[in-house]
């Protein structure tokens, strides 16, 4: 192909495919332009071992010349991404003038932070060909959301604030949406759930067991004690999931077991460490309720049962596949939250490692809520990766290894 | 203090700053750059901006809100020396 007519742009879809790809050096490298206190908070990352390059797009219109000469060659195509794709853009087109390939992130950070890609969860051989179960791994913002489909019928978990991708993706499965359930009220990310339940006539369920009831101009179905939500039974195939009630990163958190061998566990339990439990300001409260959760709930289900979380908080938690998941007795010997035995213990532990949470999480709560509007700043307060892991278990059994 | 306004209303990144240092370059001494802008990016664009910068100062930075409800972000700059 010409040079002329290579391309200029590549989406976020490819960036993805990029960075699972085996990559040899000189191949191709990261170009960040955005200012750096957006770029030290989050940035593109994956398992192909790409360099990354920072420099502010600001110092490419008060010296060109000198930001050109900054950029590392020998390093391949620069892939340059901003916030929103405009001043990237402007930068790889800097970069082809002076003779250096270059192609910029169509969308830049926010699109990177919409993308999701679908991804089947193998079934273990006794449940194959009954039911579907799809993760959808928003990886950029490490938020993973979930449909369950059998017999025609789908469960849609956690969806993000874009119900036309769950709605053409199930529809492409051959089924309709009945339900949709929430493992929680989010505060890092703007839910679609009300939406997508509306818009399809599925029954909508979600727990705010603390403050404000939620206002969505809808009826709310129940989600008090053990809820069984069936599916497929109009085609003869019959799917249970069942709601546990697991409080603790929220009062109203509920993880959904899916055919007695699935957890979606929400914000409760990830493939490495738990949900933090200072979202709303009750730390300690919160603590005992997950210790309660962790040690009583989570504690009756087998080693067997497969864990998939509503976050991952880096690509390294995902297979080869990008599939984030994990074996429960895996995760039980090797979380160091389980290991503490003492509700005390595990109390102070949990408030040892509260932090600052994004200033924004509030509004996006009350927005899922229904008590506010985003309108059109959902992208802006959307943006950065998801904070909803606890850290001070984790930064303690780092510690005691090194 | 006299004030020269850049309107950078509905304007995308780069375009604010490539603007803002065209009217940096007119600006007189005592001068200072108002830059109305709509992106909400450009505030943390144009700390970031003044700290690589040696030949102006950020003075200010407000928001502030035109007759329909929009949101803008004003930036002040000034000249140094």
Request: net charge negative.
């Given at each position: 192909m010409a040079n002329s007519q290579s391309k200029t742009e590549i989406t976020v879809q490819e960036l993805y495919e990029r960075l699972y790809r085996p990559t040899e050096p000189g191949q191709w490298f990261l170009l960040d332009v955005r200012n750096e206190d957006e770029a030290k908070g989050w940035r593109v990352e994956g398992?192909?071992?790409?360099?990354?390059?920072?420099?502010?797009?600001?110092?490419?219109?008060?010296?060109?010349?000198?930001?050109?000469?900054?950029?590392?060659p020998g390093l391949g195509e620069a892939v340059v991404v901003c916030a929103k794709g405009s001043s990237s853009e402007f930068v790889a087109e800097l970069l082809r003038d002076a003779g250096r390939p270059a192609v910029n992130v169509t969308g830049g950070m926010i699109a990177w932070g919409d993308f999701h890609v679908p991804l089947q969860v193998p079934l273990n051989p006794a449940q194959q060909g009954r039911y579907e179960l799809w993760q959808f791994n928003r990886f950029g913002k490490g938020c993973l959301s979930y449909a369950v489909i059998a017999g025609g019928e789908a469960i849609v978990v956690d969806p993000s604030r874009f119900p036309a991708l769950y709605e053409d993706f199930v529809k492409s499965r051959g089924a309709r949406i009945v339900e949709v359930l929430e493992t929680h009220v989010h505060a890092d990310h703007l839910s679609?759930?009300?939406?997508?339940?509306?818009?399809?006539?599925?029954?909508?369920?979600?727990?705010?067991?603390?403050?404000?009831?939620?206002?969505?101009?809808?009826?709310?179905?129940?989600?008090?004690?053990?809820?069984?939500?069936?599916?497929?039974?109009?085609?003869?195939?019959?799917?249970?999931?069942?709601?546990?009630r697991t409080p603790g990163h929220t009062p109203g958190s509920t993880s959904y077991l899916v055919d007695d061998h699935y957890l979606l566990s929400g914000d409760t339990l990830f493939v490495q460490g738990v949900g933090r439990p200072d979202l709303g300001g009750h730390a300690e409260e919160w603590s005992r309720e997950l210790f309660h959760s962790l040690k009583h709930v989570v504690a009756g289900l087998g080693d067997e049962v497969q864990v998939l979380p509503a976050h991952f908080g880096s690509y390294e938690e995902a297979d080869r596949q990008g599939l984030v998941r994990g074996r429960l007795g895996t995760l039980r010997s090797n979380s160091p939250e389980f290991a503490i035995t003492d509700p005390e213990e595990f109390v102070r532990t949990m408030k040892a490692g509260v932090k600052e949470a994004p200033a924004i999480?509030?509004?996006?709560?009350?927005?899922?809520?229904?008590?506010?509007?985003?309108?059109?700043?959902?992208?802006?307060?959307e943006l950065g990766k998801n904070e909803c892991a606890a850290t001070a278990a984790k930064r303690r059994a780092a510690q005691g290894r090194a | 203090m006299e004030e020269k306004v850049l309107d950078a209303r509905g304007l995308k990144c780069p375009m604010p700053i490539v603007k803002s240092k065209k009217a940096l370059q007119e600006l007189l001494a005592g001068q200072v750059l108002k830059v109305i802008a709509t992106d909400p990016g450009s505030v943390l664009d144009f700390q970031g901006w003044a700290k690589t910068n040696p030949s102006f100062q950020l003075v200010g930075q407000r928001n502030e809100k035109d007759e329909t409800g929009r949101d803008l972000y004003v930036h002040l700059l000034a000249r140094n020396g």
């Open positions: 398992p192909a071992a790409v360099p990354y390059f920072h420099l502010p797009y600001f110092a490419f219109i008060d010296d060109p010349e000198a930001a050109l000469a900054t950029v590392p679609g759930g009300a939406q997508l339940a509306r818009r399809n006539q599925a029954r909508y369920r979600v727990l705010n067991a603390h403050g404000a009831e939620p206002v969505l101009g809808m009826e709310i179905a129940p989600l008090d004690g053990d809820v069984e939500i069936r599916l497929g039974g109009a085609k003869g195939v019959t799917l249970s999931a069942r709601a546990l999480y509030g509004e996006i709560i009350k927005a899922n809520l229904g008590l506010v509007d985003p309108g059109e700043k959902a992208g802006e307060w | -």
